[in-house]
């Protein structure tokens, strides 16, 4: 079993930047893709970016491509999200989460274990 441990959440303008980690600890994460969702109330998880268990693969949402960029530390067990030019619509609560799978996965059901989640919140 994996527990995955989000921060670096919170309030930021619009325009502005923030840096989620997400940190592992159970069975070695590096054998597994990673991915970051998000949600808001009332809807579905969606999905944001994965990345392959050696780091040499990711994929992205259209709605981010460009804006934001996932990244893994193997030898710290962490998982990143960099995200820039933030808008007003990426306002949501993001998880992390670790696939049953070494390559990048967009699907929730592809992901057996997920972090609590950390609000991201920006203001126009």
């Known amino acids: 079993q994996v527990q995955l441990v989000e921060s670096g959440g919170g309030l930021v303008q619009a325009g502005g930047s923030l840096r989620l980690s997400c940190a592992a600890s159970?069975?070695?994460?590096?054998?597994?893709?990673l991915g970051w969702f998000r949600q808001t109330p009332g809807k579905e998880r969606e999905f944001v970016a994965t990345?392959?268990?050696?780091?040499?693969?990711?994929d992205y949402a259209d709605s981010v491509k460009g804006r934001f960029t996932i990244s893994r530390d193997n030898d710290k067990n962490t998982l990143y999200l960099q995200m820039n030019s933030l808008k007003p619509e990426d306002t949501a609560v993001y998880f992390c989460?670790?696939?049953?799978?070494?390559?990048?996965?967009?699907?929730?059901?592809?992901?057996?274990?997920w972090g609590q989640g950390t609000q991201v919140t920006v203001s126009s």
């Open positions: 989460a670790i696939s049953r799978y070494y390559a990048i996965a967009r699907r929730v059901g592809s992901y057996v274990s």
């Open positions: 990345i392959s268990g050696g780091g040499g693969v990711t």
């Open positions: 159970g069975r070695t994460a590096s054998s597994y893709a």
